[in-house]
């Protein structure tokens, strides 16, 4: 069973700012750890504001519940409507043009690469890598892999941006121009201020590496991740800090949505990156008139082929895709399309015995922050109403446990609808509706039926992850020729979930889509394109004044 940090090691990480003696207080004789389901201590840890430079308060305090047991255990900081002066005026005080850009302070490029060098560092030390694993798992529970490999894609992200690298980003070209002293040079250019809101289920790896994006190219973000996990970053913003990123640079705000959208519609930024629901991303292209990009709902799909084979390989893989972090990805698979000859595999009784490994004890299976068990349940019966359609696995609450009831608690389930049943009008919208949890569909298709997959894959709205299971290149060519999910994996191997810092991680098929993690969706989100044409002569001994035109 994994090991977490009580509340009261929180807070004892918290007070020593800077977290320069992050690793220090680590080694201390007082770090000792605790088991997730014992009562965290009486002194609760408190998660402060940073903005213009300072760590500030708030006269609002929010108690965030222990996800494990309900009891009160972190208390935020979470700006009022009424105080946000302070991060209008910082986000006003840059310029449009950027703390930097390719003609003005370029030394900044390299700095960010040293500050890259040494947080990679840090992180990559046993006892950071280990503190930020439990923080994670201590806030939004999942396994102590699951956690640390969020840790360790961070750090092999910020490995990445190193030395020039940074400054590679800013690469920009020249085209000769008509006539002698003529030229056009594009240029990757900032936008300036900037904001960033990142949800709970992976509180590092989303706000780190979206931050480090936004100022490798110039701008200052103002950053808000969700109030429960807020901890996690609080605490990665006192690393960077120490590894010598200037306190100006950014700002971090804990508060409600009602504030936060009040906050830019007030400083305007010039980019805002939302990461979360498609309601509220929405919402805010409508209230910032465009100006977003956005990584939002994910109702992912796999398809097996059918050329069955690996059939253990491919039920862990299912399993980890639709499960893991308890089904609390926007990657995770939500629905698999299996060809008919898996039937007879033995798929699916393998995918059951492998969900069925899952406990609470170690945070394979665990709290679900955005659905209630209740909403999970009822979600469920909808879908047996549906004519053909039967529980495969799980489908009950989880027992023996003390989570509270604002949060989820459900054993991994899988529901089986037949295809036919999918695409009728009033079940579709229903079938594809997201459940953040540990919830899937599963369908079965025959050779003739694969147009009406593809068929059900066009109709989503939502385009983020897919994965084609299958080594028949022919059946590959058609599928990935006629779908559009910006990351899709494709061959024996292809699962929806897991993307590491080496590879696009985004959606397709929306203009305002966002990326993360390579060095092209950072210069697509947090950079736009600036032509200069240098024109500086000669003007020829021979011209004369022309006609009029």
Known sequence: MSRLLSRRQIDAVRRSAPLACV??????????????????????????????????????????????????????????????????????????????????????????????????????????????AKLIQRVSPKSYQQALAEVQVSQKFLENFCGDQVRFLARSFAVPGNHLGQRSNGYRWPYGPVAIITPFNFPLEIPLLQVMGALYMGNKPVLKVDSKVSIVMEQMIRLLHDCGLPAEDMDFINSDGVTMNKLLLEANPKMTLFTGSSRVAEKLAADLKGRVKLEDAGFDWKILGPDVQEVDYVAWVCDQD??????????????????????????????????????????????????TTEAMIEHMNNLLKI??????????????????????????????????????????????KEIFGPFQVVTEYSEDQLELVLEACERMNAHLTAAVVSNDPLFLQDVLGRSVNGTTYAGIRARTTGAPQNHWFGPAGDPRGAGIGTPEAIKLVWSCHREIIYDVGPVPKSWALPSAT
Not at 387 to 416: C, D, R, W
């Open 322 to 371: 639709a499960y893991a972090c308890s089904g609390q990805k926007c990657s995770a698979q939500s629905v698999l399309f299996m060809h008919k000859n898996w039937s007879s595999s033995g798929l699916l009784e393998k995918m059951k015995k492998l969900s069925e490994r899952r406990k609470l004890e170690d945070l394979t299976i665990g709290p679900v922050l955005t659905v």
């Open 387 to 432: 004519q053909g359609s039967k529980v495969l696995f799980g489908g009950e609450p989880l027992a023996n446990h003390s989570i509270p009831k604002i949060y989820g608690a459900m054993k991994p389930t899988a529901v089986f609808v037949p295809l036919e049943e999918i695409l009728k009008s009033g079940n579709f919208e229903l079938v594809t």
């Open 23 to 132: 690793s220090r207080w680590l080694h201390t004789p007082s770090f000792a750890t605790v088991s997730p389901h014992e009562v965290s201590g009486s002194s609760p840890a408190e998660v402060q504001n940073f903005v213009q430079g300072s760590w500030t308060a708030s006269a609002n305090w929010n108690w965030i519940v222990d996800p494990l047991n309900g009891d009160q255990f972190i208390k935020v900081a979470e700006v009022q409507g009424t105080e946000i002066k302070p991060f209008v005026e910082s986000l006003s005080k840059c310029p449009k043009h950027g703390l930097h850009n390719p003609l003005k302070a370029p030394e900044r490029y390299l700095m960010y690469g040293d500050i890259s060098a040494k947080a990679a560092h840090m992180l990559g030390q046993p006892a950071v890598s280990d503190f930020f």
